[in-house]
């Protein structure tokens, strides 16, 4: 990120998820005023090719870490193997990487499977909300999925193979998508400019929004309560915008609608 602060000479950037070292693809930044807003697209979805390697378990469930175990795979049939995908897809409870960032007992669990310890994160609610094989050119299943936020798939390839009785790791992986943002659009760290940027409005595209006249956006960017649209019965955040431009997000509160992230500049 510090490339993309010397381009545009900002010190405020920020991410909405960052990649595993051996990854390559989509990072979304978000720049300046901007970042205020990356907790509302903090749920998009991600989207991912990749390629599994069946028959060997590393420590980091991917071909940087250690091999732990290895096993036969020639038996598993082309049946099985979908039977395993398929149920994989849907909602399931996945445990994190021993080498990931989630904190045990306040500490980063990478940093304890360093010194040796065993790593057990507790297991976490995911979504696979699309998982597909391309290729079996076997042990290797290049893949494609689309995933919940907080989703690690180097724990989907490692209990992938977990099920199929052969034990497995990520041997690469390329980010596709981040919520509606695709990697095919996406510019280089080289090659960012601030012509580059995209409207952060796209951050609350999939909140309702509300307009504003010149009286109620001097209140909104002073942080001043504005009377809730009659409307509007949501209970849900309200991206506040002036013609094209976006405000702020508010939130209601009774009958009052509180920003509570401006990001115009105020004048």
Known sequence: MDVVRRALGEQRV?????LDPFAKGLLVLVVGRATRLA????DWPKTYEGVIRLGVTTDTDDLTGAVVATAP???ITPA?????????????????????????????????ARRGEVVLPEPRPVEIRELEIVEAA????????TVSAGTYVRSLARDIGAKLGCGAHLTALRRTAVGPLLLVDAVAPESVSKAALQDAALLV???????????????????????????????EPVAVFDGAELLAVAEPVGELLKPRVVVAADG
């Open 80 to 112: 099985q193997l979908a039977d395993v995908i398929g149920g994989f897809r849907g909602a399931y409870e996945q445990r994190p990487p021993a080498y990931s960032a989630v904190k045990i007992e306040g500490e980063r669990a990478y940093r304890r």
């Open 138 to 145: 076997v042990p290797d299943l290049r893949f494609r999925a």
């Open 205 to 235: 595209a999939h909140m309702p929004r509300r307009q504003v006249d010149k009286k109620e956006r001097e209140a909104v960017l002073h942080g001043r309560p504005l009377r809730v649209d009659p409307i509007a019965d949501s209970r």
């Open 73 to 75: 795979w020639t038996s």
């Open 14 to 18: 920020g991410h909405l998820g960052t």
């Open 39 to 42: 907790p509302f697209a903090a």
